[in-house]
């Protein structure tokens, strides 16, 4: 596990900026009376969530790399902190629905219901505990397989070119 040390140590931070922006959408209202506004709110999230895999992946290259890193070690190692951020989703999503933010199901059903023309039986299943928890852990696996191969690539080592 070692070898995973600094994968997990940056999985962990996320889930914790992760929960912050938790309680800032909850502070903004995005649960309660702007959650009309609830997505554009959390579509924010995702720039410090881009930052953080670049942190952990120019950590990952300093301490774990000697300041070499190809493109697919770093997203190889991106990958393998997502898979962790996606172990952890589960307890994030406990955390914010049973003590940040226990109001979120109920208001986000009853937006939904009064501005959809949708299927209340389908909303309330999207908007049910374990539906979200899939959600979220599937939306962590994408979204942090694209940050790992956008970050690697922002990070790898460059090539020197040899004098002729």
């Not at 702007?34 to 992946?57: C, D, E, R, T």
Request: proline share 3%; net charge positive; hydrophobic share 50%.
């Amino acid at each position: 596990m070692k070898k995973f040390a600094i994968e997990i140590k940056w999985a962990i931070r996320y889930i914790f900026v992760f929960l912050a922006w938790v309680f800032l959408e909850k502070y903004c209202g995005a649960y309660d009376e702007n959650v009309g506004s609830y997505f554009l709110f959390s579509f924010g999230f995702y720039i410090f969530a881009f930052l953080i895999y670049l942190m952990a992946l120019k950590d990952k290259k300093e301490h774990y790399f000697s300041n070499q890193l190809e493109w697919k070690q770093g997203t190889v190692s991106g990958i393998y902190m997502t898979v962790f951020i996606a172990i952890l989703m589960p307890v994030a999503q406990i955390i914010i629905q049973k003590a940040i933010a226990p109001e979120f199901f109920p208001n986000m059903i009853k937006h939904s219901l009064a501005s959809k023309n949708a299927n209340a039986q389908a909303i309330r299943e999207y908007f049910s505990f374990p539906d979200y928890i899939t959600h979220s852990i599937f939306l962590a696996l994408s979204v942090g397989m694209i940050y790992a191969a956008a970050a690697s690539a922002v990070l790898k080592t460059k090539a020197l070119k040899s004098k002729p």
